[in-house]
């Protein structure tokens, strides 16, 4: 039996598993079915599959609930009065002037017991940073998406300001680039570098929304793609070893300065899966890498599994890396970037369009072409602002000189996405329900199905090992 079944059967029955206990399912009626299932493993090798997709589905209900026991006893206090303190653990956001929001964890009550989980806060503007130890009290309300609970506008102290000395560093970054770029040129700059989308004007990302970039400025796996592609270039003359341990801990300074979120966590798996393979002469299958990118993410949070961001980021992975190879043998594998880029780029929007509809009920028509013609330019827009938030950093006074590239460049693409979101024709309103969702996701697979099929007719040979050239594809999200 191949190996990639047998890690696609157990990685997509975690999946399977956490996703069963969304609907109710409990481990107490399932345990007895993994120990004989293993039972007759040690006789009968051709179960193996069925042991192997049997124990990860326990493995995902066993971790659901020990999930909900914590979100449960955050519950407990819904309702009530609480005067809890907590570290801000995200970049807090303002929808708008009247609000600041940002989430809290490592929650403790008065007399000093951890409260598992986080909340959100929605308080009136205040200046707090990711770090700051606060000391909130309200009443507990619940919570909308992943959010167990939430505070609105709650009584705040900043208990202490004390942060790291790497969460120092970020500030005086987000700073130094505030100083050598005006508005919005520095917030645009800032969600390109490391995800920070919270900072930017509320007109622009629904800008970005509207012609489907709102993936440039989020914690995506895009950010993560040019800075390992960048590293590799640079360091694999010095050794393939030195290459790969400085984009792993590329990787990690990444997570640590731009937030653990779902869709950057996700990225990251697959960025170290994709690095290790590339390293020991290895490929994955796009669909085994696909689940275990989802099953380990989902582990370290099950509540990825309602989360958009994490939805939006798999479904994107998908369409990149099984419906794009199969569109490009059909195709007769294309060389020019441009065409692979677009292609990419259209699979990607093919697969999130019908989640996107169910959801927001807005279809971005422009999407592909704005991404066409910005995607390019988005290396470069980093490489300038990464610059210019140096030069304010260390030389304020002469930061001036060193921006110059970057509004050009930031500029231009600003100026681009303003005039596709001006055009009548940019989005239209299209709402659709979650049959018709579900029956779109069965034809696209029907349609991908039948393509692969063809191929393989025809002796084209789908060129799905995008991972190797080199990882771009792999951890491209939208």
Not at 180 to 208: H, N
Request: glycine content about 8%; some cysteine; overall charge positive.
């Amino acid at each position: 039996m191949r190996r990639t079944t047998l890690i696609s059967s157990f990685f997509g029955s975690i999946i399977a598993g956490l996703a069963l206990a969304d609907f109710g399912v409990s481990m107490s009626t399932w345990f007895l079915l993994p120990i004989l299932v293993l039972a007759v493993l040690s006789w009968r090798s051709r179960f193996l599959v069925i042991g192997l997709a049997v124990l990860g589905a326990a493995i995902g209900l066993l971790r659901h609930d020990a999930y909900m026991a914590q979100q449960y006893d955050l519950q407990h206090y819904i309702g009530q009065k609480v005067a809890w303190q907590g570290i801000i653990t995200d970049d807090p956001s303002g929808g708008n002037a009247k609000y600041t929001s940002f989430k809290l964890g490592e929650l403790r009550d008065a007399e000093g017991r951890h409260i598992p989980g986080e909340i959100t806060i929605f308080s009136y503007p205040v200046r707090v940073q990711r770090g700051f130890l606060m000391a909130v009290s309200g009443t507990l309300k619940p919570g909308y998406g992943t959010a167990a609970a939430e505070l609105g506008y709650p009584k705040l102290t900043v208990i202490a300001a004390d942060q790291s000395w790497l969460e120092l560093r970020r500030q005086s970054f987000f700073a130094g680039m505030k100083t050598a770029l005006p508005e919005p040129l520095a917030s645009f700059g800032l969600g390109l570098l490391v995800g920070v989308r919270a900072l930017i004007p509320k007109d622009l990302q629904t800008q970005l929304t509207l012609v489907g970039l709102s993936h440039l400025v989020a914690v995506s796996g895009y950010n993560l793609t040019i800075l390992i592609v960048a590293a590799q270039r640079l360091l694999e003359r010095l050794g393939r070893g030195i290459a790969l341990m400085s984009s792993l801990w590329l990787i990690f300074g990444f997570l640590v300065v731009a937030g653990a979120s779902a869709s950057i966590v996700r990225a990251s798996v697959v960025a170290v899966l994709a690095l290790f393979a590339n390293y020991y002469g290895r490929r994955f299958e796009a669909v085994a890498l696909i689940l275990v990118a989802g099953a380990v993410t989902a582990l370290l949070n099950p509540g990825y599994l309602t989360d958009l961001g994490w939805l939006l980021s798999f479904l994107a992975f998908f369409g990149i890396m099984v419906l794009a190879p199969a569109v490009e043998a059909r195709l007769g594998n294309p060389k020019p970037i441009l065409v692979k880029l677009f292609i990419e780029s259209f699979a990607a929007q093919i697969m999130t369009v019908p989640l996107i509809l169910f959801i927001f009920g807005q279809f971005s028509i422009v999407s592909p072409l704005s991404n066409l013609l910005v995607l390019p330019l988005v290396p470069l827009a980093m490489l300038v602002s990464f610059a210019a938030g140096l030069a304010g950093m260390f030389i304020p006074a002469f930061c001036g000189w060193f921006a110059w590239p970057a509004q050009l460049v930031l500029g231009f693409i600003l100026a681009l996405v303003d005039w596709l979101a001006r055009m009548p024709w940019a989005s239209r309103p299209l709402s659709i329900d979650a049959q018709t969702m579900v029956g779109m996701y069965v034809l696209i697979l029907a349609g991908l199905i039948a393509m692969t099929r063809r191929n393989k007719r025809a002796g084209a040979i789908v060129l799905n090992d995008h991972l190797l050239e080199p990882v771009r594809s792999a951890i491209t999200t939208v």
